[in-house]
């Protein structure tokens, strides 16, 4: 596995762990949103911040996306 893909799978833990949601969800609503394939290009200068910045980067992307109304489903148990 590449070093992007490890950093991904540590991403979407993270954002898990942080917004309460089970890893299914997060991997669907990083899968959905495309915020995979953004963590994935922008590893090169994520991979060196810290944990805080890097959760306010995705929410900033997913957000720009239009998509925060996702998490809102994903945390209550809704599809």
């Known amino acids: 596995m590449s070093e ?3 950093f991904l799978i540590y991403c979407i833990e993270m954002y ?3 917004k309460h949601i089970d890893g299914r969800a997060a991997y669907e609503l990083f899968r959905s949103t495309g915020a995979d394939g953004y963590v994935r290009r922008s590893y090169g200068a994520l991979h060196t911040t810290g944990e805080q910045y890097i959760l306010a980067d995705i929410d900033g992307f997913m957000s ?3 998509v925060a109304d996702r998490l ?3 945390s209550s ?3």
């Open 77 to 79: 148990g809704q599809p």
């Open 16 to 18: 898990r762990r942080a």
């Open 64 to 66: 720009r996306e239009h």
């Open 72 to 74: 809102a489903c994903h």
């Open 4 to 6: 992007a893909g490890k």
